[in-house]
């Protein structure tokens, strides 16, 4: 005579969270391994005037995908302060929708808008990467390593190719919008810093987090 299995538990409020996280982590990390690939593959053969047009759109509402980190961490879904968040998915919402695509004259052919896709793209495969293997429990000890310590690179390399591509949007316009442009630019400074700065302190407690996981797992004498 067969035992009928027991039901399995419900979902709890946490594991829906964590489902669904899961899977839009995933689906952005997938959607920036395609900004990436599209990049490195046009960029060496036809040059940096067909990098907007294999990989412009999809950028744009690629990164347009992010609006909902700003819902997820006004919800408390994610412990991302909500300023932070905001900062850094409204700069680039501005950097896609109202420098690139209302000035792609002026910014895209050149090198630095390549360089910005590229840094923002290799940042964020790692990203959506290392947030998909964490929710899941095991993230392997390089990934981690390059979450905490690419951005030393690709942050100055990010910010830089936007300033750049800001001031070319900006001469572009003229008038009353260049000044718009300049102001824009001068707000880069603090914004960059709050940034930067924020994901060293990240990064410092990801380290000491380690460093006393190591002392711990030291067998005692």
Known sequence: ???????????????????YLTAYNSVC???????FGRVIVILPITGVESVYEAAGDFTK??????VLEILHSAFGLVRSPLPTTALQVVSRLLLVWA???QFPAATTPSIFYSTMLLAWSAT??????YFVLNLRGSVPGFLTWL?????????????TSEAVLIWKASEAVGGTWRW???????????GSYVLYTYM??????????KQAERRNRAPTQ
């Open 180 to 190: 718009v442009g300049w102001g824009v630019l001068g707000l880069y400074v603090p």
């Open 29 to 35: 990390a997938l959607l920036w391994l395609s900004v």
């Open 147 to 159: 979450r905490y310590n690419m951005f030393y690179v690709m942050y100055p390399m990010g910010i």
């Open 99 to 101: 420098v690139v695509d």
């Open 124 to 129: 964020e495969v790692v990203r959506y990467s």
């Open 61 to 66: 509402w690629t990164q347009t995908v992010a």
């Open 200 to 209: 060293i302190a990240q990064r410092r407690k990801m380290m000491k987090g």
């Open 1 to 19: 005579m067969s035992q009928d299995r027991p039901a399995p538990p419900p979902l709890t409020k946490t594991d829906v969270v964590r489902e």
